[in-house]
């Protein structure tokens, strides 16, 4: 454990992690620190659902995710990232409360609450942080002020609308909303239910979609089901896979131990 650590956490090794994502320095509880995480964080531990895509539903115990997340060199979604990445910065020092959200992504039809984020308050200030939304989420948090913030190449802002504070990313000539996050302080269990939910409802976009994005300042990976984007610089090449060729691009680009052959619910059960 760091000596600028002042929690510890149970089942959180909390070296080990900033090992895994190439922290070198000592983390302390500010705005700097906070940051410098963050995109650590989103730059080495990708966003997956492999898990789920294997019939499984993904634990949310603290020393499952130490196992997997760093232990494994695995990813995971948005309950596995932001659920460890909640007890890292509360280790740390920071004053952190997981918060429920709605995945909108311009969609007009109200969804569940089937995301989790992070709200940070440093010295006054608040901050949204999502190290488990993927490809469309900010690499850095997100000041929540109602102002629009440009970290490296892309644009976001919070609005706000009654009890829910909207996550917006500029995208061409216009704001996208992508999730809306609610008022109020869930407990574990409520994410819990909502991981079951996520991960075992018939229809869950994570059961139909093969999914896995890793992103740094310079350059993105994305794979949605069959088809692969790497954007560098903004300048984005794309290309249709064959099943064959996943697994391999699964482990040179995203890091993950996945066998040849192997085989996923999206194209087995939903590929019709």
Known sequence: ??????????????????????????????VATLFALHEAHAGAIP???????????????IEDLQAKLVGRREGGYCFEQNTYFQAVLQAVGFEVTAREGRVMLTISARRPRTHMALEI??????????????????????????????PHDR?????????????????????LDLVGVEDGTPQAVDFEVANWYTATYPRSVFRTNLMADLQTAQERHRLQNRNY??????VATDRALEDAE???????????????????????????
């Open 1 to 30: 454990m760091t000596a600028a650590a002042t929690r510890t956490i149970s089942g959180l090794d909390l070296d080990a992690y900033l090992e895994r994502i190439g922290f070198d320095r000592d983390p302390r509880a500010d």
């Open 47 to 61: 966003f997956e659902n492999l898990i789920i895509q294997s019939g499984g539903v993904p634990s949310l115990e």
């Open 121 to 150: 308050v440093i010295e006054g200030q608040r901050f949204h942080a999502d190290v488990g939304f993927g490809a469309n989420g900010p690499l850095l948090p997100v000041p929540i002020d109602g102002n629009e913030h440009q």
């Open 155 to 175: 644009r976001f802002q919070i609005e706000r609308r009654d009890t829910v504070s909207v996550l917006q990313g500029h995208s061409g000539r216009r704001w």
């Open 229 to 234: 984007s790497h954007i560098v610089n903004g």
């Open 246 to 272: 996943i697994p391999a691009l699964l482990r040179d680009v995203f890091e993950l131990d996945v066998a040849d052959g192997a085989r996923f619910l999206a194209f087995d059960e939903y590929d019709r």
